[in-house]
């Protein structure tokens, strides 16, 4: 008796962890839901000149960035570079719905003017939600972009 009691304890015990296993593999990364890109950036700017910043967010299929939690885009530029807005939101976007699409990718496209020469470097901190049909989760991402101020 006392064996078969044994038997039943472990049995349940891998039940339980097969179960949590599954539950785990079932789950999606959200990071794997987008891709942020701040291709087209301006790199190289003279001194008295305005660059621009780009951020764009591409959610892959079945996935989109809600429109309904909160998106914050914050940028400071340091001590050559002074961007023209340094807080963001969803309504800043350079993309907008098309008639008929439900959700659009975000486009962010921020001057900014290069107060001296040398090198700089432009922070962006962004946080915004990625959704599916499994998830809605906050995502944050931070870059250090450098400018040379020639």
């Known amino acids: 008796m006392l064996h078969l009691r044994r038997i039943t304890s472990l049995a349940a015990a891998l039940v339980a962890i097969a ?13 794997t839901l987008y891709e942020v890109s701040t291709e087209g950036t301006s790199t190289k700017v003279k001194a008295g000149e305005q660059g621009v910043f780009v951020l764009s967010i591409k959610s892959k299929s079945g996935a989109h960035v809600s429109d309904e939690a909160p998106l914050k885009l914050e940028l400071k530029g340091g001590a050559q570079l002074a961007p023209a807005q340094e807080k963001l939101a969803l309504k800043d976007s350079v993309a907008k719905k098309a008639a008929g699409q439900q ?48």
């Not at 179960?19 to 990071?31: C, I, K, L, R, Y």
């Open 19 to 31: 179960s949590t296993q599954v539950h785990a593999e079932g789950q999606v990364d959200p990071t």
């Open 103 to 150: 959700f659009v990718d975000p486009r962010f496209e921020v001057p900014f003017k290069a107060t001296a020469a040398g090198k700089g470097t432009l922070e962006a901190k962004l946080t915004f939600f990625i959704c599916s049909e499994q998830l809605c989760a906050r995502q944050q991402k931070t870059f250090s972009l450098p400018v040379e101020v020639l």
